[in-house]
């Protein structure tokens, strides 16, 4: 595998073609929105997209005002639907019949406002309720404040958003960060509609920050990833040197802790090192207990070549109860690296254990868990896109 594990860090020489360099970043060369997920809910409405140009490279510089992002009157509206997927499985779609678990990954710049609209198709009352931006009762998605959807119902929720600014000399924190969603009103605080699938992530993003190339959500709900259990759980895939996201999301009653195989990140809120003076961490390992959400960059294969790597919890009896999964780099030309078919057969042909201790059995309360799932990978690599 040694002829194919890249010399050099991709992001500082011969990018491939659609990728985004740091120093190009800095050098003004703008920021472009590849995924499909930020041409969705970023570049949609063509003035979000087309906003971190040259000027945000003189915000990441942090010698110039940041670039008008978005006006007071920058408000997005979107329709999400709320549908029941089987008898057990209930998620967030974009589309009627197209709700999937995690929901759509949402993405905001700092500044602007998304107002949605949401449609709760089935019979039970849910809500959409965020972390990390600013909304008012109404919008709080809590029985507590009776801002809800009955069955059947339409209701319109609006998150807000500020800019980092400096006031006084003194630099105030802004939206931007790795969030999340989810129902809190199913089950009083949203218990059994987190449990079914209601939730996804939600991207606030500061200019100048680095788009990737994919976006993966990952959520640890209970015993499941993504309400899945190995060899169930998705395949997340990517090519050698494509800058990869990863939005990850804690659920549940359980206590976890994430683990990406042959990568690491700094636990910041880039995942980046912004300099040789950054002295973030630089982990391959993170908590991801309830309510908590951090996301990361990596450029895939960077330093290791490509292959079929392992994402598990690293709670021992979690990952030999199906809480694991496959992160496969394939070369750059898409083709698959030596290898890589035998570990995801060998993983396909896994089945957790039923020796994990009586706790972990009586909290499996995600609708795939409990079970050897069905021996089919899901082939897009993400459920949720
Ligand atoms: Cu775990």
């Given at each position: 595998?040694?002829?194919?594990?890249?010399?050099?860090?991709?992001?500082?020489?011969?990018p491939?073609?659609?990728?985004?360099?740091r120093?190009?970043?800095?050098?003004?060369?703008?920021?472009?929105?590849?995924?499909?997920?930020?041409?969705?809910?970023?570049?949609?409405?063509?003035?979000?997209?087309?906003?971190?140009?040259?000027?945000?490279?003189?915000?990441?510089?942090?010698?110039?005002?940041?670039?008008?992002?978005?006006?007071?009157?920058?408000?997005?509206?979107?329709?999400?639907?709320?549908?029941?997927?089987?008898?057990?499985?209930?998620?967030?779609?974009?589309?009627?019949?197209?709700?999937?678990?995690?929901?759509p990954?949402?993405?905001?710049?700092?500044?602007?406002?998304?107002?949605?609209?949401?449609?709760?198709?089935?019979?039970?009352?849910?809500?959409?309720?965020?972390?990390?931006?600013?909304?008012?009762v109404?919008?709080?998605?809590?029985?507590?404040?009776?801002?809800?959807?009955?069955?059947?119902?339409?209701?319109?929720?609006?998150?807000?958003?500020?800019?980092?600014a400096?006031?006084?000399?003194?630099?105030?924190?802004?939206?931007?960060?790795?969030?999340?969603?989810?129902?809190?009103?199913?089950?009083?605080?949203?218990?059994?509609?987190?449990?079914a699938?209601?939730?996804?992530a939600?991207?606030?993003?500061?200019?100048?920050?680095?788009?990737p190339?994919?976006?993966?959500t990952?959520?640890?709900?209970?015993?499941t990833?993504?309400?899945?259990?190995?060899?169930?759980?998705?395949?997340?895939?990517?090519?050698?040197?494509?800058?990869?996201?990863?939005?990850?999301?804690?659920?549940g009653?359980?206590?976890?802790?994430?683990?990406?195989?042959?990568h690491?990140?700094?636990?910041?809120?880039?995942?980046?090192?912004?300099?040789?003076?950054?002295?973030?961490?630089?982990?391959?390992?993170?908590?991801?207990?309830?309510?908590?959400?951090?996301?990361?960059?990596?450029?895939?294969?960077?330093?290791?070549?490509?292959?079929?790597?392992?994402?598990?919890?690293?709670?021992?009896?979690?990952?030999?109860?199906?809480?694991?999964?496959?992160?496969?780099?394939?070369?750059?030309?898409?083709?698959?690296?030596?290898?890589?078919?035998?570990?995801?057969?060998?993983?396909?042909?896994?089945s957790?254990?039923?020796?994990?201790?009586?706790?972990?059995?009586?909290?499996?309360?995600?609708?795939?868990?409990?079970?050897?799932g069905?021996?089919?990978?899901?082939?897009?690599?993400?459920?949720?896109?």
């Amino acid at each position: 595998m040694t002829d194919t594990t890249p010399t050099h860090d991709p992001t500082e020489a011969d990018p491939p073609p659609r990728s985004l360099s740091r120093r190009a970043l800095i050098a003004g060369a703008g920021v472009v929105a590849t995924s499909p997920a930020i041409a969705l809910l970023l570049g949609a409405q063509g003035s979000v997209a087309s906003v971190p140009t040259a000027g945000s490279a003189a915000a990441a510089g942090g010698s110039a005002a940041a670039a008008p992002v978005a006006a007071a009157t920058n408000v997005r509206r979107i329709t999400m639907y709320a549908e029941r997927i089987d008898a057990k499985t209930v998620g967030y779609g974009l589309e009627p019949g197209k709700a999937t678990v995690p929901g759509p990954i949402l993405e905001m710049w700092e500044g602007e406002t998304l107002e949605i609209t949401l449609v709760n198709t089935t019979d039970q009352r849910l809500s959409i309720h965020p972390h990390g931006v600013n909304y008012d009762v109404n919008s709080d998605g809590s029985v507590f404040n009776d801002s809800f959807n009955e069955p059947g119902q339409t209701r319109t929720y609006t998150w807000s958003t500020v800019k980092m600014a400096r006031d006084r000399g003194i630099w105030m924190p802004g939206s931007a960060g790795y969030w999340h969603y989810h129902d809190h009103a199913w089950g009083d605080h949203g218990t059994q509609g987190i449990a079914a699938g209601l939730y996804g992530a939600l991207v606030v993003r500061r200019v100048g920050d680095v788009l990737p190339q994919k976006q993966f959500t990952m959520v640890f709900n209970d015993m499941t990833i993504n309400n899945k259990v190995a060899p169930a759980t998705p395949m997340f895939e990517a090519k050698l040197g494509e800058r990869v996201e990863f939005i990850c999301i804690g659920h549940g009653n359980q206590l976890h802790t994430f683990h990406l195989h042959a990568h690491r990140w700094a636990n910041n809120r880039t995942g980046l090192l912004a300099d040789q003076y950054d002295t973030s961490q630089v982990v391959d390992n993170r908590d991801l207990n309830p309510g908590d959400a951090f996301g990361f960059q990596v450029v895939a294969g960077l330093g290791v070549g490509p292959g079929a790597w392992m994402y598990h919890c690293h709670v021992q009896f979690h990952s030999d109860g199906g809480m694991s999964g496959v992160f496969l780099v394939r070369n750059a030309d898409g083709s698959m690296p030596p290898g890589a078919q035998e570990s995801i057969d060998r993983f396909q042909g896994h089945s957790h254990t039923t020796s994990a201790p009586s706790g972990a059995a009586t909290t499996t309360g995600g609708a795939a868990a409990g079970g050897t799932g069905p021996a089919v990978v899901d082939p897009t690599g993400h459920a949720g896109h």
